[in-house]
């Protein structure tokens, strides 16, 4: 996804208030149960960052790859692809990245 096509950060709250709606209108309306958890992130885990030196992230804690054909980050023998690199997006970009990462990574385990 390029960066121009992100929603802005005020339309990520409010998808996610959304999506919040949709999970209120299920403990209403849905199936008779003792306890429903809600666990919808749509932030980077800041652990990451803050406990691997040499990883470089953007001040939104997203973590900075060097080379969007590999996932390879700014700490050595580190990839990163996904929602923890665009910010929230999507299955298919997230998949698309763990697969360029997956034959990068392959490609570096054989010395290539
Ligand atoms: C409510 C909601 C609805 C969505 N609906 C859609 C949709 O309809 N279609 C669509 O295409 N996309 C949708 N998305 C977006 C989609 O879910 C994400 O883009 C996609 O899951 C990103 O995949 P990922 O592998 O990058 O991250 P994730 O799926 O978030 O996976 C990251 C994993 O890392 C784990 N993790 C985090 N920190 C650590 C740690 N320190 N150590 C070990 N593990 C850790 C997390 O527990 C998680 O399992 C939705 C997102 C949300 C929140």
């Known amino acids: 996804m390029l960066k121009s ?8 709250v409010a ?29 980077p885990n800041p652990l ?3 406990t691997t030196t040499g ?3 953007t001040r ?3 973590v900075v790859v060097k080379d969007e054909a590999t996932g390879r980050t ?8 996904g929602d923890v690199v665009t910010g929230a997006a999507t299955v298919i970009s997230a998949m698309g990245a763990g697969k360029r990462a ?11």
């Open 5 to 12: 096509q992100r929603p802005a950060f005020g339309a990520e």
């Open 15 to 43: 998808w996610a208030r959304w999506q919040l709606r949709q999970a209120t209108w299920l403990l209403d309306s849905g199936p008779d149960c003792d306890v429903v958890v809600i666990a919808i992130g749509t932030t």
């Open 48 to 50: 990451v960052p803050r």
């Open 55 to 57: 990883l470089e992230t």
């Open 60 to 62: 939104h804690g997203t």
């Open 74 to 81: 700014t700490k050595d023998r580190v990839w990163a692809g």
């Open 102 to 112: 997956a034959a990068d990574m392959d490609a570096f385990l054989r010395g290539a």
